[in-house]
């Protein structure tokens, strides 16, 4: 029997949003570019906004290069109308350089590093590794600028002990993530070959802005280099770690992807991607402000200038109803998704889920339920997308947690708290928070499924809902 080996063209997109967004800062400056191509406006948050969003229109704002807000406004939309949002987070479990990071230990040079989230920390061991992320610089006439940078080759890697120095590996893998996780970037005789003939500054000769004694000369070597500038121009850096080896298709019948970042790039593409599709509805004559946003640090808490427990949502609401009668209007007819990957039930350890709610990649899109508010989802939000599923042809599965294994939890609790209504959703996959983890191709479409039947049926849909 032959197997077909189509691939769902939503998921070939998917694999060039995630190759091209090794953090949060290029995941942002991706979907811009994705926005604006369809003619989408920036907005500044410093601006005022009353005269700039009118009726039918299209725009998005960005808070420090790491997370991002778009919406587009109904013909005849009025402030006070409600926002149906899709909510999301772009961070993703990884390992961060250090402020100072320079570290030499038995010839080699290393480079220091901190953990970032919940990781699967020894799914990062043997792997190609590089760098990524943002870099101030300055163009030599006192201004600066934060310029982004993704090294497309592998530099680091954090070689495993060898079999014959840890017999018991296979029994018990341990390892101390300060003193037996750090990269390796190269060997301190080849440092010293390219450095002998330049001169050495000592810490006076240094100024306090500069990051020459931070980190190895060899790396800042390398940022300038990929940036066009001189090492001196190069004032300070947020990098990340990222595998080198890109996202791809897997599976007998290209069934899954392998890659990085799916927690929760996958659902923030297809956020991107829905809103952008919905453009040619006709819906957008009438009902409610269709909105994504795409937060930063959910691995972390959410709580920062750019998290879900921001003032992001607040702010938007606020802006498009100015007043209180009207912000009161407004959230009382809104309704926010939020999407964030969950378990699916794996074959090797099939008693990690409770017997009635097991998950299967390519299943459809799962709603997340928990009774002690770890997801918000309740009937009405549950019955609201299972019908708005349902207007595309879709499948839904349920998911909850054992009663005796702990449950994560995503943007959804917090954005709720302002009053909006609100429901946990995701995507089923397998090696959550792995460098490497593997989510389903036809749950890519179903994803933006969802998403584009709400921006196109929920007004309608909450009309014919009495729950008062």
């Not at 191509?37 to 500044?44: N, R």
């Not at 006192?142 to 982004?148: C, E, I, P, T, V």
């Not at 002990?161 to 750090?182: C, M």
């Not at 009053?419 to 397998?430: A, W």
């Amino acid at each position: 029997m032959m197997l077909s080996s189509t691939v769902p063209e939503a998921a070939s997109r998917l694999l060039s949003f995630v190759n091209a967004s090794p953090t949060p800062f290029h995941a942002v400056q991706t979907t811009v570019q994705r926005l604006e191509k369809v003619g989408f406006s920036k907005l500044k948050e410093s601006d005022g906004w009353d005269k700039v969003v009118k009726p039918g229109g299209k725009y998005f704002f960005t808070r420090n290069q790491s997370t991002i807000v778009a919406f587009t406004t109904p013909q005849n939309w009025k402030q006070g109308a409600g926002l149906s949002i899709v909510a999301t987070h772009i961070d993703s479990p990884n390992l961060r350089i250090r402020p100072i990071s320079k570290r030499t230990k038995a010839g080699y040079l290393q480079v220091g590093i901190e953990t970032y989230g919940g990781g699967i920390w020894h799914s990062w061991l043997d792997r190609d590794l590089s760098v990524a992320g943002r870099v101030i610089t300055s163009n030599g006439s006192g201004q600066f600028k934060s310029r982004l940078i993704k090294v497309d080759r592998p530099i680091l890697r954090i070689p495993s002990l060898a079999i014959h120095l840890d017999r018991g590996v296979n029994d018990s893998l341990k390892f101390n993530q300060e003193t037996e996780f750090v990269p390796i970037l190269g060997l301190i005789s080849e440092q010293l070959n390219a450095t002998s003939e330049s001169p050495k500054l000592s810490t006076r000769d240094v100024q306090a802005s500069s990051i020459a004694n931070n980190h190895h000369s060899a790396l800042l070597s390398l940022l300038a280099s990929e940036l066009s500038i001189a090492p001196d121009d190069i004032f300070d850096f947020e990098l990340q770690l990222y595998d080198n080896q890109p996202s791809q298709l897997g599976g007998i019948a290209n069934e899954f992807v392998f890659s990085p970042r799916m927690d929760n790039q996958f659902s923030s593409f297809c956020a991107v991607d829905a809103l952008i599709g919905s453009l040619s509805s006709n819906s957008l004559l009438e009902g409610n402000v269709n909105c994504i946003a795409l937060f930063n640090h959910e691995e972390v808490g959410s709580v920062s200038s750019t998290g879900a427990e921001s003032n992001l949502i607040p702010s938007v609401l606020s802006r498009l109803s100015p007043t209180p009668d009207l912000l009161a209007q407004s959230i009382a007819s809104s309704f926010l998704v939020s999407c964030d990957m969950g378990h699916a039930i794996h074959p090797n350890y099939t008693n990690k889920h409770e017997e009635n709610h097991q998950p299967r990649i390519n299943g459809g899109v799962m709603i997340k339920t928990n009774a002690k508010q770890k997801y918000t989802s309740d009937a009405i939000g549950s019955f609201l997308v299972k019908k708005l599923v349902e207007k595309k042809g879709g499948k839904v599965q349920e998911y909850e947690a054992r009663n005796d294994m702990p449950c994560g939890s995503t943007v959804g609790p917090s954005l709720s708290t302002m009053g909006l209504r609100v429901v946990d959703v995701g995507c089923p996959m397998l090696s959550m928070h792995s460098i490497r983890e593997t989510a389903g191709t036809s749950d890519v479409q179903s994803c933006i499924d969802l998403f584009q039947s709400l921006f196109e049926n929920f007004a309608q849909l909450d009309a014919e809902l009495v729950a008062e």
